[in-house]
């Protein structure tokens, strides 16, 4: 059973436009949201996060958007860069009241942003 | 400061074998995770292990296993290896135990094992 969907196997965007990386969960439980990003041959390095008592968390050009009602989140990149080009994961936490670096990772979606 | 090492980065076993990976966390770190990373199914959680305890175990078979060492080092041992063990090993680890409180996990480049 996958907790952590990303419907979408890759997205391609144009060069300053904006990126917007979609992420769906089932279990109510998760309270932490992380998006990592992964080049070829690297290990996933970590992006931008949000708790789930907030809604938006903002670092530079990357924007994630959080849903509780829709168990939806969302990751904007603005302007988008051709740097940006990897595969991003989205993964969730549940805390379940103690402490865990225990993530539930979704399929990834493999970004291409062109010149 | 160095980052998260894993060893060997590439490895080829026959079905039947068992493989032993190791992971050097970032200095000064207490918490390790490891995951498997296959085509479609993202990475999915083993194990993970703070000041040599496993705090935490994944959907595996007993097959997978781990430790942690009292530097903090970690190994994970896969027996009687399948083909469908063929995957990229990920290490992480952690300066905290929550990864929610930190933001993040800090991984390795991978050991990519395959069974044939």
């Known amino acids: 059973d996958q907790q952590v969907k990303q419907n979408s196997p890759s997205l391609s965007v144009q060069e300053g436009r904006i990126s917007i990386l979609n992420c769906d969960y089932t279990?109510?439980?998760?309270?932490?949201f992380l998006w990592y990003k992964k080049y070829p041959a690297e290990g996933p390095t970590f992006l931008i996060s949000i708790s789930s008592i907030k809604d938006k968390n903002e670092d530079g050009r990357f924007t994630v958007f959080l849903n509780k009602s829709a168990k939806h989140l969302s990751l904007h990149i603005v302007p988008s860069q051709p740097g940006d080009s990897a595969v991003y994961f989205c993964a969730a936490s549940a805390s379940y009241g103690g402490a865990t670096n225990k993530l539930i990772f979704g399929t990834g979606t493999l970004l291409a942003v062109q010149p | 400061k160095a980052g998260v090492t894993q060893t060997p980065r590439y490895l080829i076993k026959t079905r039947g074998q068992q493989v032993t990976l190791s992971c050097s966390p970032i200095s000064g770190h207490r918490s390790v995770s490891w995951y498997q990373q296959t085509p479609g199914q993202g990475l999915q959680f083993l194990f993970e292990?703070?000041?040599?305890?496993?705090?935490n175990k994944g959907n595996f078979p007993g097959r997978f296993s781990g430790r942690q060492f009292s530097n903090s080092r970690s190994e994970m041992n896969v027996s009687t290896l399948e083909l469908g063990d063929s995957a990229l090993y990920l290490c992480?680890?952690?300066?905290?135990?929550?990864?929610?409180?930190?933001?993040?996990?800090?991984f390795g480049e991978g050991s990519r094992l395959t069974v044939l």
């Open positions: 992480a680890s952690s300066p905290g135990v929550m990864a929610g409180i930190t933001g993040e996990l800090f």
């Open positions: 279990n109510s439980m998760f309270d932490y």
């Open positions: 292990y703070f000041s040599e305890t496993q705090r």
